[in-house]
Structure formats: structure tokens, C-alpha cells
């Protein structure tokens, strides 16, 4: 427990992390900011490396900003829609995520399948934490299981989020980001500013029209909170995307795990805390994020219909409706079973665990040595 405990805080942490180091990966030459004020903006150039960790990791970083600024760039230029340009880059970014998001869900699946098993550790070794550990760590190897793995396909769309943050605040909203398209000295990607006029640069405005004419006609680099609940501000595409996370944290759950599975307690604070983040920064964070996010999100809900089906999405309220029951995923998630021979096979854990034929060998081994004294005793 204390594992997990520290495993999801220094995961939000190092969130925390890449995010500061996101948008340190692009600055401006005279080392200015890109937010909105009454200064010029600086160009937008590829940081440089620098004598502290903070600028040599943030050069580092530099490449994966490029790769998705040029994308969207490039997409931009084909729709002409900066909205559209999101959606397809979106799109474009969870194809190429379908095998990892995909081994992140097997393996979960099979950690949840493996919950009767871990119970009766825990029965068996009742008291003896140390033993209790040691043996789920042998059934989860002779598995070939991460029982860490559960926790990362709810994290992995915000290691993809932070650098397209860093895309839309920053790419969208400086007047001549032309400096990011150039890789090896070769502009990979053609732009053509808005706030030329006549030849002339305006450095007050932005050089990439960020407004989506099908969503009212919102800015998709600054934010979007026409709603005020106690002084804060509420972004329906916040509240949209907030209600998304919830159905594909739900679909992760176990729906036959026990309450008191500290497994699924987790799961479930997560459940609360990641939509939570998502309503809070609603008015912070630039809409163009919540256009991606929504799409990820939907696109990780289909994946995970079909391989892992409605997981522990109903009962709602108490409410199941009838084509949720007795639901098979279009690619059901099969246990591999080790056999006495060493080879996995793909199918319903019906051979004995290692673990499983020692503790029976041990408990035969103790009735042959009762039977033996019980028949000395006898022939005496």
C-alpha cells in the first residue's frame, strides 16, 4: 500500500515536473514570456542548453515540442481550421499509442483477473506482511503481470497532455514561432502569419488564426470560462471532458472487486481526483487543451470497450441497462497460465500457481508426518 501510495505521488510529481520543463522548452530570444501583455512578443526559437539541469533538460525537451508543433502546423495549413488541426493531431498521436495504451490495459485486466488469487495469499499468509509480499510478487512474475501497470493508462494521457500545453499556450499565441519549424537548418513547414500585413509584422498579435468558427467562434489559445461559480471560472469544455474521464476511469475498474480491495480504492480516488484537476483549471488552461483531451479521452473510451468492455462502468446509480449485461469486449483479455512445463498458455487459470503446488505439497507433507506419529503412538 505504501508503495502505491508513493509510486502515484512521485507520478504527479514528475507531471509537475515535465510540465515546468514544457514550457521551458521553447523561449523567446530575449528570454520573454508568450502571455498576453502590453510588451512585444520575442520570437519563438528552441531553447538552448545551459549550465543548470533545468535548461540542459528543457533543450532535451525541445524535439518533442518541434514534432508536435510542425504537425500541427502542417495539418493547419490542409484544413485551414485550427480546431480541425487539433482533432486530426489528436488522432494522429493516439494511432500511434495503440500498442503501449494496449499492453497497459492487458496487463491490468490480467492484475484484476489475478484478484482471487492474491486474496487467498492474503488468507493463506494472514499476518506476515513480508511473506504476503513476496508471494504476490512470485504469482505476478510466473504471470509475467506489472501489478504497477494499472495505474498508467490513467496517466498517459497527461504524459502526452504536457507537451501539447506547451503547443497550444505557446505555438498559437507568438507572433512569429517560424523559428521552431526549422530542424537541422531546414524549415520542414511553411507559415503564413496573420499579423503580416502589407510586409509588415504586428508583435502584439499571434501569427496562427486560433479561432474555431464550429465552436462559437472561441480562442483555442487562451482560455474558455464564460461560466462564474463563486468567483471561479467554468469551462464547459472542462466539464465535458471531466465527465468523459469519469465513464474511462469507471470502464477500469474491477466490477467484481471487494470494497475493501485497496486495488480499487485507488482506482477510485482516482477516479475523483483527475476529473477534479480538469474542472479547477478549466479557467486557466487554453481551450485548444480541452479539444485535445476530449478527443483523447473518447478515443481511449473505444479502446477500452473493445478490449476490456464496459469494466466496472455500471451499475449507475443502481441502474444497469440490458445491453451492458453479459457483455464480451470484441477483444476479451485471456490469463496466461503457466504450466508444469514451464509454457504459457493463453486461456481461464485453471492449472495450479507454483505457489499453489508448494503450499499443497507443504500441507501434505505435514499430514504424512501427523499420520506417522499418530501410528508410533498406536504401536506402542
Not at 9 to 33: I, K, N, P, S, Y
Not at 238 to 254: E, F
Not at 271 to 288: D, H, K, R
Request: with cysteine.
Amino acid at each position: 500500500m505504501m508503495l502505491r501510495g508513493r509510486s502515484r505521488t512521485l507520478a504527479l510529481l514528475g507531471l509537475a515536473v515535465l510540465l515546468a520543463l514544457a514550457a521551458g522548452a521553447c523561449v523567446g530570444a530575449g528570454g520573454g514570456t508568450t502571455l498576453a501583455t502590453q510588451t512585444p512578443h520575442p520570437p519563438l526559437v528552441p531553447a538552448s542548453p545551459g549550465a543548470d539541469p533545468f535548461s540542459l533538460l528543457a533543450w532535451l525537451f525541445t524535439p518533442v515540442f518541434q514534432g508536435l508543433f510542425i504537425g500541427l502546423v502542417l495539418l493547419d495549413n490542409i484544413t485551414g481550421d485550427i480546431g480541425v488541426a487539433i482533432l486530426l493531431l489528436t488522432l494522429i498521436i493516439r494511432v500511434l499509442l495503440i500498442s503501449p495504451y494496449r499492453r497497459q490495459l492487458v496487463s491490468q485486466k490480467r492484475t484484476q483477473l489475478l484478484q482471487p488469487e492474491v486474496a487467498e495469499i492474503q488468507r493463506r499468509y494472514k499476518g506476515d506482511r513480508a511473506r504476503i509480499a513476496q508471494a504476490q510478487q512470485e504469482l505476478y512474475k510466473s504471470r509475467g503481470v506489472s501489478p504497477l501497470a494499472g495505474c498508467l493508462p490513467s496517466l498517459l494521457q497527461f504524459v502526452v497532455l504536457i507537451p501539447m500545453y506547451t503547443v497550444i499556450s505557446n505555438g498559437l499565441t507568438n507572433p512569429d514561432p517560424s523559428g521552431m519549424l526549422t530542424v537541422f537548418g531546414v524549415q520542414v513547414a511553411q507559415l503564413d502569419c496573420v499579423n503580416i500585413v502589407n510586409g509588415v509584422r504586428d508583435n502584439m498579435k499571434p501569427c496562427i488564426e486560433s479561432v474555431v468558427p464550429w465552436l462559437g467562434g472561441l480562442n483555442a489559445s487562451t482560455p474558455w470560462a464564460p461560466i462564474a461559480i463563486l468567483g471561479v471560472g467554468l469551462s464547459p469544455l472542462a466539464l465535458v471532458s471531466s465527465l468523459l474521464q469519469v465513464v474511462q476511469t469507471r470502464m477500469t475498474l474491477n466490477p467484481n472487486a471487494s470494497k475493501d480491495d485497496p486495488a480499487a480504492r485507488a482506482q477510485s480516488q482516482t477516479m475523483v481526483f483527475l476529473p477534479l484537476i480538469s474542472l479547477l483549471y478549466g479557467g486557466i488552461l487554453p481551450a485548444g487543451l480541452f479539444i485535445y483531451w476530449i478527443a483523447s479521452t473518447i478515443f481511449s473510451i473505444i479502446q477500452q470497450y473493445l478490449i476490456i468492455g464496459f469494466g466496472g462502468l455500471f451499475p449507475i446509480f443502481g441502474w444497469r441497462p440490458a445491453f451492458a449485461e453479459n457483455h464480451a469486449p470484441r477483444f476479451p483479455v485471456a490469463m496466461p497460465v503457466v504450466t508444469p512445463a514451464g509454457d504459457e498458455v493463453v486461456g481461464v487459470q485453471e492449472a495450479r500457481t507454483d505457489l499453489d503446488r508448494a503450499a499443497s505439497a507443504a500441507a501434505t507433507i505435514r499430514s504424512a508426518k501427523k499420520r506417522d506419529r499418530h501410528g508410533r503412538r498406536g504401536g506402542q
